[in-house]
């Protein structure tokens, strides 16, 4: 069993920043794969950035250079820091993990954006 707990959400101004955080607990390996996912109102859920097990990193074409996302797998922990902030970057926010094929969600996190 895994459980994902995100934080850092909140309301900040465009060209802000802000820190999330993805704290696992569970069958979580530093091999894991996890990522962070995006769903604004209407929308489908996307892709913003993954990380795997050697800290290789891929990000959707919309928020490259502007977040970055890392891993401290002594604290079982995933990171997301966002720059740069844009209000199309406002949306709920998910941390996945994949383990063993098998997907598990944390519950979200708002980040909202203001212009």
């Known amino acids: 069993q895994v459980r994902l707990v995100e934080s850092g959400g909140g309301l900040v101004q465009a060209g802000g920043s802000l820190r999330l955080s993805c704290t696992a607990s569970?069958?979580?390996?530093?091999?894991?794969?996890m990522a962070w996912y995006r769903q604004a109102p209407d929308k489908q859920r996307e892709l913003v950035a993954a990380?795997?097990?050697?800290?290789?990193?891929n990000y959707a074409d919309s928020v490259k250079g502007r977040f970055t996302i890392s891993r401290d797998n002594a604290k079982n922990t995933v990171y997301l820091q966002m720059t740069s902030l844009k209000p199309e970057d406002t949306a709920v926010y998910y941390c996945?993990?994949?383990?063993?094929?098998?997907?598990?969600w944390g519950q979200g996190t708002q980040v909202t954006v203001s212009s």
């Open positions: 996945k993990a994949t383990v063993r094929f098998q997907p598990y």
């Open positions: 569970g069958s979580i390996f530093s091999s894991t794969v």
């Open positions: 990380i795997g097990g050697s800290s290789t990193t």
